[in-house]
């Protein structure tokens, strides 16, 4: 598994989406994650961290769970 790099690992940063939701009719607010997730270098957003549409030249194009990996690889 040499090679590839996770999306765990310190040097790649997604962020977790969130959404601000008006509670009843006062005005009040909360945030809420939307289940996306973003990648902090070319701001694509997916359900997947696998299943990225990355710009063609960001440096986490690449990057993938150990599990999408393994299968990749073989």
């Not at 999306?7 to 809420?32: H, M, Q, S």
Request: glycine share 10%; aromatic share 12%; with cysteine.
């Amino acid at each position: 598994m040499a090679g590839y790099l996770s999306f765990a690992a310190p040097e790649t940063e997604f962020k977790l989406v969130w959404e601000e939701v008006e509670i009843g009719t006062g005005g009040l607010t909360e945030k809420r994650p939307t289940g996306e997730i973003r990648c902090v270098e070319c701001g694509a957003t997916a359900w997947n961290i696998d299943d990225f549409p990355h710009e063609q030249d960001c440096p986490q194009r690449f990057v993938h769970s150990r599990w999408y990996a393994e299968q990749l690889l073989g």
